[in-house]
Structure formats: structure tokens, C-alpha cells
């Protein structure tokens, strides 16, 4: 197992229903790959250092994760194709974590 983190920009538009929705979607799909959701830090709304999409602020989740390497790409096809994400980025904190539990 690895250890990831994935950047969210949510759309200034979501209500907290429906931003817990997306949320709860990605980390079902992290669960059913085989990984462990760890942290799902919500750093609230913030302004953008320009426009995307016309949008001046945007609403930002950090989650980290443990996962093998095959499920940042499904996870990332889920991403891709949710309505109201306006970018991601995944990074690899770590290369071996040793998972318990999962």
C-alpha cells in the first residue's frame, strides 16, 4: 500500500448536502479499490488566484488515503467525470505504509 493525497476544488455553488455527496461518493470508491480513507480535511471556501470556469472562489477538500496504485486512476476517472469539481491533483506522500486493518 501507498499513501496519497488527493486536492479537490469544489464549486462555490454546492450546498453542504451536496458537497458531502461527492465526498461520500470518492470515498466509496476508495473503499470498494481496497483503500483506507484517513483524513478528509475541509479547508472551506477560498479565493482563487484567478478565474476557472468564471468562478472567483472555490471550496477545497485534502484527502489522504492509503491505496494501491490502480485506484488513483479509477479514482480519478470518478473525479474527472463529477459535475462541479472544478480541478484535483494526487500526489504520493509515501512509497510502502504498512496498512492495518484494511
Same mark, same amino acid.
Given at each position: 500500500?501507498?499513501?496519497? @493525497?488527493?486536492?479537490? !476544488?469544489?464549486?462555490?455553488? #454546492?450546498?453542504? @448536502?451536496? *458537497?458531502?455527496?461527492?465526498? =461520500? +461518493?470518492?470515498? =466509496?470508491?476508495? @473503499?470498494?479499490?481496497?483503500?483506507?480513507?484517513?483524513? +478528509? &480535511?475541509?479547508?472551506?471556501?477560498? &479565493? /482563487? %488566484?484567478?478565474?476557472?470556469?468564471?468562478?472567483?472562489?472555490?471550496?477545497?477538500?485534502? /484527502?489522504?488515503?492509503? %491505496?494501491?496504485?490502480?485506484?488513483? %486512476? @479509477? !479514482?480519478? *476517472?470518478?473525479? *474527472?467525470? $463529477?459535475?462541479?469539481?472544478? *480541478? #484535483?491533483? $494526487?500526489?504520493?506522500?509515501?512509497?510502502?505504509?504498512? %496498512?492495518?486493518?484494511?
Amino acid at each position: 500500500m501507498r499513501k496519497f @493525497e488527493t486536492m479537490l !476544488l469544489l464549486s462555490p455553488e #454546492f450546498s453542504g @448536502e451536496q *458537497r458531502e455527496s461527492v465526498l =461520500g +461518493a470518492l470515498t =466509496g470508491v476508495i @473503499e470498494r479499490e481496497g483503500g483506507k480513507l484517513e483524513v +478528509a &480535511d475541509h479547508w472551506g471556501m477560498r &479565493d /482563487l %488566484a484567478y478565474p476557472i470556469k468564471k468562478q472567483t472562489r472555490g471550496y477545497y477538500v485534502r /484527502l489522504e488515503y492509503l %491505496a494501491p496504485g490502480q485506484l488513483v %486512476a @479509477e !479514482l480519478e *476517472r470518478n473525479i *474527472r467525470i $463529477t459535475e462541479g469539481i472544478f *480541478r #484535483f491533483m $494526487t500526489v504520493q506522500l509515501e512509497k510502502e505504509v504498512e %496498512a492495518e486493518n484494511v
